[in-house]
């Protein structure tokens, strides 16, 4: 147990990263306030943690919303040490020609408004306490790249994770750290299309063979609100199993990475010099 005692508001925490990280935090010794959207999905996951979680219902692209539940980790548990920016949907799909803008806008305030709104008000408590605090805002391997997820969602994410580095900027004198995690592809029911589609994309796309799991990115999480990464911030930690450490894969359509082959050697271009190639271990 690194942190006593230590007080998280986590938004979105019903479900998926979202509530696995409830548990994790828990789990070390901590409270949270739990604010969701879903006010059954909510009240169900908070009920067997006891007096160690509050929930509060709270839309996160509300203002009022956002500073009562910050409002409610004060009054109840007495501080606020941390934010977990992670409540989010899939938002606005289709093609850009299509796209409705009251979707596109629905979209950006859920997941940026909402990240913005829980740092000034988690920001806000932290300075006046004196203690500083960690705000960890969940972008998305999609915010770096096409590919991953529908063009709003792709580009709010993009905005959350350089968010964080100018957050990070800010409030860093104030002792308040400011991450990103970005996940890859975790099983939540945000993905919607069950175990078995996800680890058909993952044979496709990941190399690390396993699925990621909710807690595989509260892990993160925890460690990034903790002490321990005391000296971390305006970073963003990618947990997607390799998946775009792996790149574009332009060698698999030039026929395949040689080594996988057996073979190795040196190509030596256009030098006119001959390359080297050799069959199996030395
Ligand atoms: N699952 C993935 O593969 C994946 C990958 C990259 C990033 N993410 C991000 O991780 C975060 C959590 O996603 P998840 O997969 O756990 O999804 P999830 O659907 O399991 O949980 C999201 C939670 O956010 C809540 N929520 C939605 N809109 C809200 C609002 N306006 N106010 C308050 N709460 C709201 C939902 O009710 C739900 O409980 C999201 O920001 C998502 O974009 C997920």
Same mark, same amino acid.
């Given at each position: 147990m690194t942190d006593v005692q230590r007080v998280t508001l986590v938004t979105g925490g019903a479900s998926g990263i979202g509530l696995a990280t409830v548990r994790r935090l828990v789990a070390d010794g901590g409270k949270v306030v739990l604010a969701d959207y879903n006010a059954d999905t909510g009240a169900v996951a908070a009920e067997p943690f006891g007096d160690g979680v509050r929930f509060v219902r709270a839309d996160v692209a509300q203002e009022a919303d956002v500073e009562a539940a910050v409002a409610v980790a004060v009054e109840e548990?007495? &501080?606020? +040490?941390?934010?977990?920016n992670n409540a989010g949907v899939g938002g606005a799909f289709g093609r850009i020609t299509d796209i409705d803008v009251d979707e596109w806008d629905y979209t950006f305030a859920v997941l940026v408004r909402g990240v913005f709104l829980g740092t000034k008000h988690g920001a806000r408590a932290m300075r006046s306490s004196g203690r500083g605090g960690s705000i960890v805002n969940i972008g998305s391997v999609a915010g770096s790249s096409a590919g991953a997820g529908p063009q709003a969602y792709s580009a709010a994410k993009a905005a959350v994770i350089n968010f964080g580095r100018v957050a990070a900027a800010e409030l860093g004198p104030d002792r308040i750290r400011v991450n990103t995690v970005s996940p890859g592809l975790i099983v939540t029911p945000l993905v919607g299309a069950g175990e078995a589609t996800a680890a058909a994309v993952m044979a496709q796309a990941q190399p690390w063979p396993d699925l990621g799991r909710p807690e595989d990115v509260a892990e993160v999480i925890a460690f990034l609100a903790? +002490?321990?990464? &005391?000296?971390?911030?305006g970073e963003e930690v990618t947990v997607d199993g390799g998946l775009t450490a792996a790149g574009p894969r332009m060698h698999a359509a030039y026929g395949g990475d040689p080594g996988r082959r057996g073979l190795s050697g040196v190509n030596r271009g256009t030098t006119g010099e001959p390359p080297t190639v050799r069959r199996g271990p030395e």
């Open positions: 548990f007495g &501080r606020l +040490d941390c934010v977990v903790s +002490d321990a990464a &005391r000296f971390v911030t």
